[in-house]
Nanobody, 129 residues
Framework: QVQLVESGGGLVQAGGSLRLSCAASGRTFSINRMGWFRQAPGKEREFVAAIIWGGGNTHYAYYADSMKGRFTISRDNAKNTVYLQMNSLKPEDTAVYYC???????????????????WGQGTQVTVSS
């Protein structure tokens, strides 16, 4: 089993920053890929960022184009936690942010919600103008 719990969401003014956390428990040693997705009201869930285990202690990070240069995904192996540092936030970043995990490191599906069997319940991020 893999369980994911997000935290760190909240209300922030435009231009501000937030750091989201995703704590994994259960069969954490089998996780090879984790991602962040977001869903705004009336819109489809969209890819934000992903981090893929490369073997050993290596990893590779990927971002949606609109997040490049503003968001950073990272991991803390000791805490079994993945973070999403969000800077220069914009009102259009307002959404529920979800953490997801996969036991596979397949690079093909890292942007696809269907590529992640395990999901957290989400944390609300609201950016005021």
């Amino acid at each position: 089993q893999v369980q994911l719990v997000e935290s760190g969401g909240g209300l922030v003014q435009a231009g501000g920053s937030l750091r989201l956390s995703c704590a994994a428990s259960g069969r954490t040693f089998s996780i090879n890929r984790m991602g962040w997705f977001r869903q705004a009201p009336g819109k489809e869930r969209e890819f934000v960022a992903a981090i893929i285990w490369g073997g050993g202690n290596t990893h590779y990070a990927y971002y949606a184009d609109s997040m490049k240069g503003r968001f950073t995904i990272s991991r803390d192996n000791a805490k079994n936690t993945v973070y999403l540092q969000m800077n220069s936030l914009k009102p259009e970043d307002t959404a529920v942010y979800y953490c997801a995990a996969s036991l596979f490191r397949d690079y093909t599906d890292y942007q696809n919600v269907k590529g992640y069997p395990y999901w957290g319940q989400g944390t609300q991020v609201t950016v005021s103008s």
